[in-house]
C-alpha cells in the first residue's frame, strides 16, 4: 500500500527564514511525486511534478528535489503570502493513476 | 483555457438527506476525481472516471456515486447522509494518455455541513 508522510505538521517561520518541508514516501515504483498549496477553504493549487529521482524545480521562492524515498520542498526567504498548507502526493507505476495524499504541512509566516 | 468548477460552493444538509455536488472539468482534460477532505487531513480518494466510465473507486460506501457526461463534467452524489459526510469535496481534472503528465488540477471545492 503506498504511503505518504510529511513533516512537520505544522511550521511557523519568520518572514526571509527559509526551511524545508519533507515528503516520505514508500510505493511499489513512483510515477510521479506531485506537490500542491492550498489555502484555506480552497481547492489544492498545483506547483511541481517530479519524476524521478535527482529531479528538481523551482518557481519563485519554492524549490522542489526528490530522492528515491523522500522529496524536500525548500522556501527560500518566505514572505507572509506563502502561509498556506504544503501538499504532497504519490502516484505509483503499478497501473493506478490515483494519488495518495499526505496530510500536508501548514506553514505560518509571520511578518 | 478554462479551470475546474464547482457548484455550489455551500452547501447545508441534514442527515438522512441526499445531495449532489458538480463539476465542470478543466477544458482538453478526459478524467476526473472526486476527493473528500475533512478538517486537517489530507484529500480522500472517493472514484475517478475516464470517458464516462468509472476508473477507480476509494474505500466509499455504495451510497457515494458519480457520473461523468460526454462533455467530461461530472456529478456526485450521497445517499442518507451521516454527520460525518460533512467535509471539503473537492473534484479534479487531469487528461489520463499516453503522453500525459496525469497531473490533477483542483476546482474551488464544495463545502458539504450536514447537520
Known amino acids: 500500500e503506498d504511503q505518504v508522510t510529511q513533516s512537520p505538521e505544522a511550521l511557523r517561520l519568520q518572514e526571509g527564514e527559509s526551511s524545508s518541508l519533507n515528503c516520505s514516501y514508500t510505493v511499489s515504483g513512483l510515477r510521479g511525486l506531485f506537490w500542491y498549496r492550498q489555502d484555506p477553504g480552497k481547492g489544492p493549487e498545483f506547483l511541481f511534478t517530479l519524476y524521478s529521482a535527482g529531479e528538481e524545480k523551482e518557481k519563485e521562492r519554492l524549490k522542489a528535489t526528490l530522492t528515491k524515498k523522500e522529496s524536500f520542498l525548500h522556501i527560500t526567504a518566505p514572505k507572509p503570502e506563502d502561509s498556506a ?12 493513476y490515483i494519488p495518495t495524499f499526505g496530510r500536508g504541512t501548514s506553514l505560518i509566516v509571520h511578518p | 483555457e478554462t ?10 444538509k441534514t442527515r438522512g438527506q441526499q445531495v449532489t455536488l458538480r463539476c465542470s472539468s478543466q477544458s482538453g482534460h478526459n478524467t ?8 486537517g487531513q489530507g484529500p480522500q480518494f472517493i472514484f475517478q472516471y475516464y470517458r464516462e466510465e468509472e476508473n477507480g473507486r476509494g474505500n466509499f460506501p455504495p451510497r457515494f456515486s458519480g457520473l461523468q457526461f460526454p462533455n467530461y463534467s461530472s456529478e456526485l452524489n450521497v445517499n442518507a447522509l451521516e454527520l460525518d459526510d460533512s467535509a471539503l469535496y473537492l473534484c479534479a481534472s487531469s487528461q489520463m494518455g499516453r503522453d500525459s503528465t496525469d497531473t490533477q488540477y483542483f476546482g474551488p471545492g464544495t463545502r458539504l455541513t450536514v447537520l
Open chain 2, 32 to 39: 476526473v476525481s472526486w476527493y473528500q477532505q475533512a478538517l
Open chain 2, 3 to 12: 479551470g475546474v468548477t464547482q457548484s455550489p460552493t455551500h452547501l447545508i
Open chain 1, 85 to 96: 498548507t504544503y501538499l504532497c502526493a504519490v502516484q505509483d507505476r503499478g497501473g493506478s
